[in-house]
């Protein structure tokens, strides 16, 4: 993922070129260009104040002031701060910021929807990836109205990444979402809003401005990875999975496909399996049913059916399929922070396995996957299965 920081690293990075009149350098504070703003989406979304004889001075010492790292002159008399830049915030030509200030008209302040934004030097914070047994999952929409995560904490001492997850550890949940820069809620999924873009969440925590706590209806969320929880059991984007062995560390990711094993007019059904196949391109995920999606055969619709301990996940395709059911959800990822989310079944990530089909209708020994292989399965010997964790693979 992309994260907030790195846009506003990128940003900032850039060095200031081509100015035709003067555009101030504040004695700390440095120029890192002009750049797109509206009233219902500030890229500087801090403290504020607007005076007709506003300078470039005085925005930067308004936000010194209050401890911001961003100060920024707009409209000619418009002065914003912030400790990073807000989405969809974009750098913009310089010539777009062409309003005087209003109270040096040797100075350039923005213009309307332009502002001009200086930065005093200290580093933008930065999205925690994992603390303690905790890791980040992802900057998830949320709402006044749908509340994803139920439980709001009071934390004394303020919020942090590591007080709101200790305090939602504390409450027995394994769900913990910092949103707005000091709200810390607690719940146990799956959330059913969308995941956006990290530099969404990029509000710096009131109580620590070294680091994010989530942004304006936005959750920064982070999964207890000593608990199995599912994250979402909906996911709208197609999405393929990848085997990533568990042990040794850093095996190759071995690409799964849903591969149809029996045929009967107008009806298949399918298995999940590392044999080689391109009939279904992305699967998708709807209320914990999974649907394997075919971009040549468009017309038959295919569907999760029940999978049994012990069995290779099985799918049906037909023009009118059951509705596709799992529960499959998508978890945290356990080996890689932030990592790829990972496919859980019934609420567990770690029973997947690998195992060798020696089934007599499959003379090929076709590897596949398998939700909690058990002794006695007359389509594999036990000891030929290798534990996995399914990746789920964006496309
Ligand atoms: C700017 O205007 C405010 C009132 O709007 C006034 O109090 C202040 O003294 C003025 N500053 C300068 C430098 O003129
Ligand atoms: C702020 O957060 C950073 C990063 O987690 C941490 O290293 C630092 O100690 C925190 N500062 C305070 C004052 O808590
Ligand atoms: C093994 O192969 C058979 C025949 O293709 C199939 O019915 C079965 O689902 C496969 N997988 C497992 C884990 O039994
Ligand atoms: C399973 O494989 C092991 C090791 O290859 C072998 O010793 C055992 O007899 C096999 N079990 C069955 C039921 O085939």
Not at 348 to 369: F, Y
Not at 375 to 392: F, K, R, T
Request: proline share 7%; with cysteine.
């Amino acid at each position: 993922m992309i994260s907030a920081t790195f846009c506003a690293a990128i940003a900032l990075g850039l060095p200031f070129v081509g100015a035709s009149i003067v555009r101030k350098d504040a004695s700390a504070w440095t120029l890192q260009g002009c750049f797109t703003d509206s009233s219902t989406s500030r890229t500087l979304a801090g403290a504020s104040f607007a005076s007709a004889n506003m300078t470039v001075e005085s925005c930067t010492s308004f936000c010194d002031a209050g401890g911001f790292s961003l100060a920024g002159v707009e409209f000619g008399s418009e002065c914003f701060c912030d400790h990073a830049l807000q989405s969809p915030g974009t750098l913009t030509s310089a010539n777009n910021c062409n309003k005087a200030c209003g109270g040096a008209s040797t100075e350039f302040c923005g213009a309307g929807n332009f502002i001009d934004v200086y930065w005093n030097g200290t580093p933008p914070p930065t999205i925690l990836l994992k603390v303690g047994t905790w890791t980040y999952s992802g900057c998830f929409s949320d709402s006044v109205s749908t509340r994803q995560l139920p439980n709001r904490q009071t934390i004394s001492g303020g919020v942090t990444v590591e007080s709101c997850t200790s305090a939602c550890k504390a409450s027995g949940s394994a769900i913990a979402g910092l949103e707005f820069g000091q709200e810390c809620w607690c719940g146990s999924g799956p959330l059913t809003s969308s995941l956006s873009n990290d530099n969404n969440c990029a509000t710096a925590c009131v109580a620590n401005t070294t680091e994010f706590c989530g942004g304006a209806s936005r959750l920064q969320v982070y999964q207890d990875l000593t608990a199995q929880v599912c994250l979402s059991s909906t996911l709208t984007t197609g999405f393929n999975l990848n085997a990533i062995p568990v042990t040794p560390p850093n095996a190759p990711a071995i690409p799964l496909h849903v591969h149809i094993i029996q045929t009967v007019p107008l009806v298949s059904w399918s298995v999940l399996t590392a044999l080689s196949d391109t009939l279904f391109t992305s699967t998708l995920l709807n209320n914990g049913g999974l649907l394997p999606m075919s971009t040549s055969q468009p017309q038959f619709r295919t569907a999760s059916l029940t999978t049994k301990p012990g069995d290779s996940p099985i799918f049906v395709t037909t023009q009118f399929p059951p509705t596709a059911v799992g529960p499959y959800c998508a978890m945290a990822n356990p080996l890689v922070p932030n990592g790829p989310q990972v496919l859980g079944l019934n609420g567990r990530n770690d029973l997947w396995a690998l195992c060798t089909n020696i089934s007599t209708s499959n003379p090929s020994n076709r590897i596949d996957a398998v939700y909690s292989p058990g002794a006695g399965n007359p389509h594999y010997n036990v000891s030929s299965c290798q534990s996995v964790l399914l990746e789920i693979v964006n496309l």
